[in-house]
C-alpha cells in the first residue's frame, strides 16, 4: 500500500527555469516530510524538509510547500541548473512509526542546457 | 569512517542461495536503517535498529529475511534461499537519532542479482 505516491516519473526542463516535483499522501498522521536526491550509483542524500507545522520551507534554491487538506508536497528548484539533474524523492513519517519513512518512487529530473 | 560503508557494491548470486550484505555505519549514530529499492519502486522500508531497543522488523518481507546489528555497529542482512523478486538495490542509513528530526545518510548501497 503506497502512501507516498509520486505520479510523474520524470521531468525534463531547461536550465534556469524551474523546476516543480509533486507529491502526494495519503497518511493524514504525517508529520514530517523529507525530499531526497539521488545520482546514479549513489545513496540518496538529504535535501530539504518540512514539519506538519508549517507550509513553506525555503533553502537557497529549493523551497518545499505542504498543503494538507489536500495531503500534497511540492518541491520547487530555482533556478534549475545541469547539477541538479537527479531522482528526486519524496519521503513521510508519522508519529506512530517512530524514525521509519515512508518513500515514493522518485521523479527523475533531467536539465537541460 | 566518513559515510556510511555498505558491501558489496554487487551481487549476483543463484536462486536458491542465501546471501550476506554489510553495512558499516557513521560512528556515533545510534540509528540504523535498512530499504531497498525495486526496479521502478521507491525504497520500502525493512528494518530499524535503534540504540539497544529491539528492532522494528515490520518490513521485512519474509522469514528468509533476517538483520542484525553487533555491538552497536555493523549490521548484516542475510537473505536464506534467495528469490528472484528478492533481486533489488539493499541500502543501508544511519542518522543521530529518528530519522525524521536528523535525516539519513545513506550508502551507495547493494545492488544484489537472483539469476
Known amino acids: 500500500d503506497q502512501q507516498v505516491k509520486q505520479n510523474s516519473p520524470s521531468l525534463s526542463v531547461q536550465e534556469g527555469r524551474i523546476s516543480i516535483l509533486n507529491c502526494d499522501y495519503t497518511?493524514?498522521?504525517?508529520?514530517?516530510f523529507l525530499w531526497y536526491k539521488k545520482y546514479p550509483a549513489e545513496g540518496p542524500t538529504f535535501l530539504i524538509s518540512?514539519?506538519?507545522?508549517?507550509d513553506k520551507n525555503e533553502d537557497g534554491r529549493f523551497t518545499v510547500f505542504l498543503n494538507k487538506s489536500a495531503k500534497h508536497l511540492s518541491l520547487h528548484i530555482v533556478p534549475s541548473q545541469p547539477g541538479d539533474s537527479a531522482v528526486y524523492f519524496c519521503?513521510?513519517?508519522?508519529?506512530?512509526?517512530?524514525?521509519?519513512?515512508?518513500f515514493g518512487a522518485g521523479t527523475q529530473v533531467v536539465v537541460t542546457p | 569512517g566518513a559515510g556510511v560503508s555498505q558491501s558489496p557494491s554487487n551481487k549476483v548470486t543463484e536462486k536458491g542461495k542465501d546471501v550476506e550484505l554489510r553495512c558499516d555505519p557513521i560512528?556515533?549514530?545510534?540509528?540504523l536503517y535498512w530499504y531497498r529499492q525495486s526496479l521502478g519502486q521507491g525504497l520500502e522500508f525493512l528494518i530499524y535498529?535503534?540504540?539497544?531497543?529491539?528492532?522494528?522488523k515490520s518490513g521485512l518481507p519474509s522469514d528468509r529475511f533476517s538483520a542484525e546489528r553487533t555491538g552497536g555497529s555493523v549490521s548484516t542482512l542475510t537473505i536464506q534461499r534467495t528469490q528472484q523478486e528478492d533481486s533489488a538495490v539493499y541500502l543501508c542509513?544511519?542518522?543521530?537519532?529518528?530519522?525524521?528530526?536528523?535525516?539519513?545518510?545513506f550508502g551507495s548501497g547493494t545492488r544484489l542479482t537472483v539469476v
Open positions: 518540512i514539519s506538519s507545522i508549517k
Open positions: 542509513a544511519s542518522s543521530l537519532g529518528p530519522g525524521q528530526f536528523y535525516g539519513y545518510t
Open positions: 497518511n493524514s498522521m504525517f508529520d514530517y
Open positions: 535498529f535503534q540504540g539497544n531497543s529491539a528492532p522494528d
Open positions: 519521503a513521510a513519517s508519522n508519529p506512530d512509526s517512530w524514525g521509519k519513512l515512508q
Open positions: 560512528s556515533g549514530h545510534t540509528a
